[in-house]
């Protein structure tokens, strides 16, 4: 039964955080502060006033932060727009692949000379 009561819990939160942060698209648009950004305050103050959101474990943070990424990547997608999203898309491919292997290579000289791994392992 106890397994039960920790899922239920874990469905409570993420659908009062859904909730808030759909409340909190209106408080968006008015203070022009993306939603998401305000949610994740919220979430940062209520770690930091209620004592027993430190004993959660780190499985349940986990799922959490999983389901609040995919409703911060949802409402970011419903905002963009289909002309901003055209103009963004070549950028977007661009720096994401670029960037990423850029950076795989500036961590991979690091590691080479930093640490002393071979190419291959770096």
């Known amino acids: 039964m106890r397994d039960v009561e920790h899922f239920a819990l874990l469905v409570l939160v993420v659908g009062a ?36 959101l430190g004993q959660l474990s780190v499985t349940t943070v986990q799922r959490v932060v999983s389901v609040a990424l995919v409703v911060i990547l949802f409402d970011g997608g419903m905002h963009i727009g289909w002309q901003r999203f055209r103009g963004a898309a070549g ?32």
Do not use: M, Y
């Open 17 to 52: 955080a859904i909730i808030a942060a759909v409340l909190l698209n209106r408080i968006s648009e008015r203070i022009r502060v993306p939603a998401p950004a305000i949610f994740l305050v919220g979430a940062a103050l209520a770690s930091d006033l209620v004592p027993s």
């Open 91 to 122: 950028p977007v491919v661009w720096v994401g692949v670029a960037g990423t292997f850029v950076t795989a290579a500036a961590l991979a000289a690091l590691a080479h000379v930093l640490f002393g791994l071979d190419w291959r392992s770096a």
